[in-house]
Nanobody, 113 residues
Framework: VQLQASGGGLVQAGGSLRLSCAAS????????MAWYRQPPGKQRELVAH???????NYADSVKGRFTISRDKTKNMVYLQMNSLKPEDTAVYYC????????WGQGTLVTVSS
């Protein structure tokens, strides 16, 4: 499976962005899809994940502000990010598990104060 993330950019605090991730390859084998992020100088961390059955989990830091969704018909996963904070600044990565792990190339989100 190959993943292509898009939608990052520069936004002011309080603003919104929507990230998209397109999957190609053996999509029928995809189980869980997720978004990770890596803030400057910090380790990569899980933001949210969604299973093939629709089970969703969020990091505590984004609960109530971010929404992950998945469109199986289009082989897409999305991350709607609202009420963005400067601490949300990071490179965001799309991830999936289909028996093996696959990572997208990352998209930069910068939130200015």
């Amino acid at each position: 499976v190959q993943l292509q993330a898009s939608g990052g950019g520069l936004v002011q605090a309080g603003g919104s962005l929507r990230l998209s991730c397109a999957a190609s390859g053996r999509m029928s084998s995809i189980n869980t899809m997720a978004w990770y992020r890596q803030p400057p100088g910090k380790q990569r961390e899980l933001v949210a994940h969604i299973t093939s059955g629709g089970v969703i989990n969020y990091a505590d830091s984004v609960k109530g502000r971010f929404t992950i969704s998945r469109d199986k018909t289009k082989n897409m996963v999305y991350l709607q990010m609202n009420s963005l904070k400067p601490e949300d600044t990071a490179v965001y990565y799309c991830w999936c598990y289909s028996g093996v792990v696959a990572w997208g190339q990352g998209t930069l989100v910068t939130v200015s104060s």
